[in-house]
């Protein structure tokens, strides 16, 4: 259905702004609510990661960097340009791995290239790069906050 049929199609709950994949290499799929909801469907690194900076909601399909792989750059990307911090919805079993690498990602973030010491500080979140990150199972349902058609 292209983006011309959506717009005519009242039944219609998603339409697929930009998608863009190549196994092994990366996956990224924008899509739009008809109240005006960006969802980009996995992060990976691909040409599309400009257009898909705009989604306040990321669903995360499993751990792959091919699908993971922009995760903390749209963080801060996001923040910055809407001042929201965005959220993702990922496996549950990929959260303690998505904190340790984001801890990694603050300190390289705040390092000092002139400071020796700073490589053994425990350094806070830099305020360009907040992050929520929710764990979910099979079968759950995320709701996508308060829209015109109730979108789950």
């Not at 980009?40 to 091919?66: C, K, M, R, W, Y």
């Not at 990922?90 to 998505?98: A, Q």
């Not at 400071?115 to 500080?121: P, Q």
Request: hydrophobic share 35%; glycine share 6%.
């Amino acid at each position: 259905m292209d983006e011309s049929t959506c717009q005519e199609d009242s039944s219609y709950h998603f339409k697929v702004i930009k998608a863009w994949s190549i196994a092994g290499v990366g996956t990224s799929i924008l899509v739009e609510s008809r109240s005006g909801t960006k969802i980009a469907f996995d992060i990976g690194s691909t040409p599309i990661f400009q257009e898909s900076i705009s989604a306040n909601i990321v669903l995360l399909s499993h751990g792959h960097l091919d699908h993971t792989g922009s995760l903390f750059s749209h963080a801060r990307a996001h923040y910055l340009l809407f001042n929201k911090k965005p959220t993702y919805y990922v496996p549950s079993s990929l959260v303690n791995k998505i904190k340790a690498v984001e801890a990694a990602m603050w300190a390289l973030d705040s390092a000092n290239t002139d400071d020796a010491e700073s490589e053994n500080v425990d350094h806070p979140p830099p305020p360009g790069m907040p992050i929520n990150i929710v764990g979910v199972h099979p079968g759950d349902e995320i709701y996508l906050g308060k829209t015109n058609h109730n979108e789950r």
